[in-house]
Structures are given as C-alpha cells and as structure tokens.
C-alpha cells in the first residue's frame, strides 16, 4: 500500500459520512449550529479509526518524509515532491468531500473556496496526529478537534 493511500485512508470515507449522515438525521438545529455538530461528528468518527492504527501512521510518515529527504536534501529547491503533493492533494480532495457534505447537509456555505478551507483541516488534523504520535496525549487531540471544529465554523455562512 502506498504512504499516500495509508495517509488519506480512503476507506475510512464511508465510515465518516455515515456519521455525518447519522448526526443530520437525528439533528433538530440547522445552519451554523447544525455544521459544527455534523463536523464534530465526522472528525470524532475517524480519530478513532486513526488512533487504532498507530503503526501504520509512522510507517506512512516515515516514507513520506523519506520521499521528502531524497527530494530536498541534493537540490534545496523549493519545488514540491510530485508524490508529496498528490499524497496531500488526496487528503485535501477527501477533506473537501467530507467539508461539502457537512455545508450541504446543514445549509451552509463556506466563506472561502473549500479547497481552502480543505487544506486547512488537513495541516491542523495531519499535525495533530503527529503530535499524537510523538506524545500519546488523547486530551490534546480531543482540545484539537474540540477548536478546529469551531474554526471550521467561523469559514461558514447559512445559505
């Protein structure tokens, strides 16, 4: 399996949405209140997903920035590794994905583009997971959720 399929773990996908969904049937609010929740509940589904599977992370990360040091060690460039950047452009398609489906299900927009939007989830949440990875500190991503969710608001509107 490829470092960027481990990374994005698209098969953790369905599992996110049908929390999504799930949080959208039984949710009496709309609008702003209704995509924090419908946010909280995706990114509550797959950390667990995450959290299971911790070696698999540090060997995703490990040829990730393997991959990285053989490309920026000769040259000092500042061109991006094409396997690199597909690896987060995959993350950054699902994020938008799981971004659209929150907006659309609570009647919402977002503010800003939602590749935006998308690339931000996927620095705060792929840093935390490495935080994570380094100091097993549950509280911390739980603190991290808890604040990316309520940025992720400020990015929206009701439609």
């Not at 500190?137 to 991290?144: A, K, S």
């Amino acid at each position: 399996m490829s470092a960027s399929r481990e990374l994005t773990e698209i098969s953790l996908r369905p599992a996110v949405c049908d929390a999504v969904e799930q949080a959208a049937a039984s949710c009496d609010a709309g609008g702003v209140r209704a995509l924090r929740v419908f946010l909280h509940a995706g990114l509550s589904t797959y950390w667990p997903l995450i959290k299971a599977a911790p070696t698999k992370r540090i060997a995703a990360y490990e040829a990730a920035l393997q991959t990285l040091r053989l490309r920026w060690a000769p040259s000092g460039d500042t061109i991006g590794d094409p396997t690199a950047v597909a690896m987060f452009r995959e993350m950054d398609d699902e994020a938008a994905d799981f971004l659209g489906l929150c907006a659309r299900l609570s009647g919402t927009q977002w503010l800003e583009p939602v590749d935006s939007v998308a690339g931000y989830l996927v620095s705060v949440f792929h840093g935390a997971v490495l935080r994570w990875l380094a100091d097993g500190n549950d509280e911390t991503i739980l603190v991290v959720i808890d604040d990316l969710v309520g940025c992720l608001t400020l990015k929206a509107v009701e439609s």
